[in-house]
């Protein structure tokens, strides 16, 4: 079992930052696939951007965060960071730290996610 907890959402204008945070606890990250998803009201969880911690830390991001968020992992700390650039109206959601699933073709599903964290809210005004 892993538990995380995410910190670092809050209220940022468009073209703003944020950094959202996720530290692990009861087992190493490097056991597991760690990434973000994001759920906006209405909507269904999806894939945000992964770390494959045990694989030389190979990343992947979906593409409407490519080259504004960026992912890493401290694993001497068990943390797991998203650093969040050039943010947009429509990234407004509820953002959650998972651990634990298959990446298919750059990708992930929610339903395949083995822990979650209880989410952080990030909230961008136009």
């Known amino acids: 079992q892993v538990q995380l907890a995410e910190s670092g959402g809050g209220l940022v204008q468009a073209g703003g930052s944020l950094r959202l945070s996720c530290a692990a606890s009861?087992?190493?990250?490097?056991?597991?696939?760690m990434g973000w998803f994001r759920q906006a009201p209405g909507k269904e969880r999806e894939f945000v951007a992964a770390?494959?911690?045990?694989?030389?830390?190979?990343?992947y991001y979906a593409d409407f965060v490519k080259g504004r968020f960026t992912i890493s992992t401290d694993n001497a700390k068990n943390t797991v960071l998203l650093q969040m650039n050039s943010l947009k109206f429509e990234d407004t959601a509820i953002y959650y730290c998972a651990a634990g699933f298959p990446l298919i073709g750059g990708t992930a599903r929610g339903a395949d996610v083995n822990f979650w964290g209880q989410g952080t809210q990030v909230t961008v005004s136009s």
């Open positions: 009861g087992r190493t990250i490097g056991r597991y696939t």
């Open positions: 770390a494959v911690t045990w694989s030389g830390g190979t990343t």
